[in-house]
């Protein structure tokens, strides 16, 4: 089991930057897969990024080439940089942690992307 807490959105302009953060309550040393997704109003939630515990990434077409998940598991954190943002990109991110195959999820933290 493990609580996460989402943190970092705000509003941003297009073409501009944010990270995202994922606080875990414990050690995510052992939690295999750790990733982030987002939902928009109306929409489903949608996968962007995961990432291994070797690190090995993953990345939705949407988002490859502009956000990067990374790890830290001396600090129990999960980022998701994210440049090069866009209006689509609108929604509240979710970090997600799969265990045994059972779902965590964080908070969100919403991001607005808008002149």
């Known amino acids: 089991q493990v609580q996460l807490v989402d943190s970092g959105g705000g509003l941003v302009q297009p073409g501009g930057s944010l990270r995202l953060s994922c606080a875990a309550s414990?050690?995510?040393?052992?939690?295999?897969?750790m990733a982030w997704y987002r939902q928009a109003p109306g929409k489903q939630r949608e996968f962007l990024a995961s990432?291994?515990?070797?690190?090995?990434?993953n990345y939705a077409d949407s988002v490859k080439g502009r956000f990067t998940i990374s790890r830290d598991n001396a600090g129990n954190t999960v980022y998701l940089q994210m440049n090069s943002l866009r209006p689509e990109d609108t929604a509240v991110y979710y970090c997600?942690?799969?265990?045994?195959?059972?779902?965590?999820w964080g908070q969100g933290t919403q991001v607005t992307v808008s002149s």
């Open positions: 997600n942690a799969n265990i045994f195959d059972i779902n965590y």
């Open positions: 414990r050690s995510i040393f052992s939690i295999y897969v």
């Open positions: 990432i291994t515990t070797s690190s090995s990434t």
